[in-house]
């Protein structure tokens, strides 16, 4: 291939079921023969893993998966995509009916509904098409596959990198509005923690905060810590949203105890709290919760 052919665009498809799998590839082939489809992960572990390994333009990721959801996978592979290389654009593969389909349309994702609908996929592939042409003249919306991204960077501009895209907010907002489309959860108003023979309880507000370890949650308070048998996925639905941010996979603090948010050298940034003495590092996903007002 001369240096100056384009190379032809490349797609990861995650889905754990096997004909519908075959079935969007199929399709793809046929509305789009150039897209080379580099692999087919059966889960979202794999998405996660030959996403990294393989680096490809496009990820088409199924919602519900087993290991990791496509969520999941997304939020993973922007925090740990290398720098220097534009972030995929994300469609996900959904079987959600009519009234869910809305929410995708409000927060601006792309979506192929099972099963596949050569209509429907024809339209994303018109704007993946766009996108990528978008993005070889300079105007790299490397977030999540969406209509309503940051405003296009100027031609001169170099290509986004994934820190640079993901501290956009695009898709921490993705995310957080699609998850939004689950079903709400009741609000915690205490936290139960199991301390020998006793349950401590522990008053939502007196939380600094949640730091994921392993199958547990360490509840971190301004004078003593505490451990809870259950997920950062399962806690962030039942936290004020207003009050807990979540700021890395695996730490959601209360913001009342923030006291600065701290860039170095390396352009990574970190938060000092008010009355602790942790600092926390935040992913680039959530870097825009902290942009000067």
């Not at 018109?126 to 300079?138: F, K, P, V």
Request: proline share 8%; aromatic share 6%.
């Amino acid at each position: 291939m001369s240096p100056h052919t384009p190379r032809a665009p490349r797609a990861l498809i995650a889905e754990d079921e096997p004909i519908l799998a075959a079935a969007l590839a199929h399709a793809l082939q046929r509305l789009w023969p150039e897209l080379d489809i580099v692999a087919t992960c059966p889960n979202g572990v794999e998405a996660l893993r030959q996403g990294l390994a393989l680096q490809p333009d496009i990820l088409f990721l199924d919602i519900k998966m087993p290991g990791k959801t496509g969520l999941e996978a997304a939020e993973e592979l922007a925090e740990q995509w290398p720098d220097g290389v534009p972030f995929p654009h994300i469609v996900f593969v959904t079987a959600y009916d009519e009234y869910a389909l809305a929410a995708f349309e409000h927060a601006a994702a792309d979506y192929v509904l099972k099963p596949v609908n050569d209509a429907r996929l024809g339209k994303t592939v018109e704007r993946l098409q766009q996108r990528l042409r978008d993005s070889g003249s300079g105007n790299n919306n490397a977030t999540a596959t969406a209509t309503a991204t940051a405003s296009p960077t100027p031609a001169t501009a170099p290509a986004a990198t994934a820190a640079e895209s993901a501290s956009d907010g695009n898709m921490a907002r993705l995310l957080s509005q699609l998850q939004a489309m689950l079903p709400p959860a009741p609000r915690l108003q205490m936290i139960r923690a199991a301390v020998g023979n006793s349950v401590r309880m522990i008053a939502l507000a007196d939380v600094v905060y949640f730091e994921a370890l392993d199958k547990y949650i360490n509840v971190v308070c301004q004078d003593s810590e505490a451990l809870i048998r259950t997920s950062l996925k399962e806690l962030l639905p039942q936290l004020d949203p207003q009050q807990f941010w979540q700021i890395h996979r695996g730490t959601i603090v209360n913001a009342s105890a923030i006291a600065t948010a701290v860039r170095d050298d390396a352009g990574k940034l970190s938060l000092t709290l008010r009355q602790h003495p942790a600092q926390l590092r935040v992913s680039p996903l959530y870097a825009h919760l902290f942009r000067q007002m």
